[in-house]
Nanobody
Framework: QVQLVESGGGLVQAGGSLRLSCVVS????????MGWYRQAPGKQRELVAT???????NYADSVKGRFTISRDNAKSTVYLQMNSLKPEDTGVYYC??????????????WGKGTLVTVSS
């Protein structure tokens, strides 16, 4: 069974930085694209960033230039470096292995996520 374990969230002031990590077990990490999602209070989960198995990245317009997704296949881990954080970045952040087609489709059940709170 695939497990997704996110970590690295916390409380930070606006303008600060956080680095999130997600360890994937029970799946062949290197063959799949990965995505970071977030869910703000009272809102639907949204896709924030993706990285293909070859390392190509894509970002939501709201985080472009501030967030960086990366992966370490040897550690079965995907990262999200978040800089210049804004209060609107507040939410629970999740990772998942994804299929990128005409849409981006998460493959597995969601983990518990990690909470990011940005104070103004």
């Amino acid at each position: 069974q695939v497990q997704l374990v996110e970590s690295g969230g916390g409380l930070v002031q606006a303008g600060g930085s956080l680095r999130l990590s997600c360890v994937v077990s029970g799946s062949i990490f290197s063959i799949n694209a990965m995505g970071w999602y977030r869910q703000a209070p009272g809102k639907q989960r949204e896709l924030v960033a993706t990285i293909t198995r070859g390392g190509s990245t894509n970002y939501a317009d709201s985080v472009k230039g501030r967030f960086t997704i990366s992966r370490d296949n040897a550690k079965s881990t995907v990262y999200l470096q978040m800089n210049s954080l804004k209060p609107e970045d507040t939410g629970v952040y999740y990772c998942n292995q994804i299929i990128i087609s005409t849409a981006t489709i998460p493959i597995h059940s969601w983990g518990k996520g990690t909470l990011v709170t940005v104070s103004s």
